[in-house]
């Protein structure tokens, strides 16, 4: 959902937009030294581990962790946060690809 919801406002955006896929693409290589996917959150401690418990993915990574291997830990509140994230993500995308949907033509 996440994905989804990310999807379309990148989509909506790029088309209006053509040099944004730039911004992105770099931005997104610096996003994931922030995730979880090659070390686990227990590794990390003090500021920085607050800083990478509020990326969104960073719950999704430990629950499965935690569900599937048996390592790792539930984080209940990174949990909820991530859920509440991926709502506004998936909404805000929606609102934002209906006002964008009437120009896709005119600018592609």
Do not use: C, W
Request: aromatic fraction near 18%.
């Amino acid at each position: 959902m996440q994905g989804l919801g990310l999807g379309i406002i990148i989509s909506s955006l790029t088309s209006k937009y053509r040099d944004l896929k730039y911004l992105l693409t770099f931005g997104i290589q610096l996003l994931q030294f922030t995730t979880t996917v090659a070390y686990p959150l227990s590794a990390t401690s003090g500021a920085s581990r607050e800083l990478i418990g509020y990326h969104p993915f960073t719950a999704i990574l430990e629950t499965f962790r935690f569900g599937f291997l048996g390592s790792g830990q539930f984080y209940e509140g990174y949990f909820i946060y991530s859920i509440v994230i991926t709502i506004l993500f998936l909404f805000t995308g929606i609102l934002i690809f209906n006002r964008v949907e009437k120009t896709f033509m005119d600018t592609v």
